[in-house]
C-alpha cells in the first residue's frame, strides 16, 4: 500500500481492514479490489479535513463498483448489509 496517503499507521490499518472485508466477501475479485480502493481513495485522502469516514466513502464506492461489473446473486452481499469497519475502533 502506498504510505504517503496515510496520515499515521492506525489509518493505514483501517483502511487495510476494510479492503480485507471486502475481500472476504469476494474473493475472487481482491485485485480489482485494492486497486479499486487505492484509486478511490488517493484523491480523497488529498484533499480531506475530516479523515474520519473515508474507509467507509471508498468502500462504497469500491462496492458500487463490483455491483456493475461482476453479477451479483440473490446470496451475493448487498451494499445496504456492507459495514465496511463495523470492527474497527474510529478515532
Do not use: G, W
Amino acid at each position: 500500500m502506498n504510505l504517503d496517503i496515510f496520515m499515521d499507521e492506525h489509518e493505514r490499518e483501517q483502511h487495510e481492514e476494510a479492503i480485507n472485508q471486502i475481500c472476504r466477501q469476494f474473493p475472487e475479485q481482491q485485485e480489482f479490489i485494492r486497486q479499486s480502493y487505492l484509486e478511490k481513495l488517493t484523491p480523497l485522502s488529498s484533499e480531506a479535513q475530516i479523515r474520519t469516514y473515508l474507509a467507509i466513502i471508498v468502500s462504497r464506492q469500491v462496492f458500487a463498483l463490483l455491483e456493475r461489473h461482476i453479477p451479483l446473486t440473490d446470496s451475493s452481499p448487498h451494499l445496504a448489509d456492507f459495514s465496511p469497519i463495523a470492527n474497527t475502533n474510529l478515532t
